[in-house]
């Protein structure tokens, strides 16, 4: 009670009632947007350092290969016909060998 007093006093009360709710978007703000990114991005890492030759992978743009070649910041993927395209690591989206494996349980069933 004594320090909204003084506050009001000081002419600071109403600072106070604009500093908690932007405090509170900036919490809402960093679980809802930066935190999801930041994991997101960790997992895209996990994945492309996990990847070797002879994965099939899926890119960014849309072309499905298979590594043939890689180096620190690319791979040397094949697709059809022979074709060989140099991409960046970051260009990769998901690991088709893995998707396109058939799950346990869809094994079990056929």
Not at 8 to 32: D, E, K, S
Not at 74 to 100: H, M, P, Y
Request: net charge positive; glycine share 10%.
């Amino acid at each position: 009670m004594t320090l909204n007093l003084i506050l009001q006093a000081a002419g600071g009360g109403n600072m106070l009632g604009t500093l908690v709710p932007m405090v509170l978007i900036m919490i809402v703000f960093y679980f809802f947007m930066i935190r999801p990114q930041m994991k997101k991005a960790k997992e895209h890492k996990k994945l492309v350092e996990g990847l070797k030759r002879g994965d099939k992978i899926v890119t960014t743009a849309g072309i499905h290969g298979k590594i043939v070649d890689m180096n620190d910041t690319t791979f040397l993927i094949e697709v059809e016909g022979g074709t060989k395209i140099r991409f960046d690591k970051s260009a990769v989206s998901l690991e088709a060998t893995k998707a396109s494996a058939p799950k346990p349980a869809e094994a079990a069933k056929a």
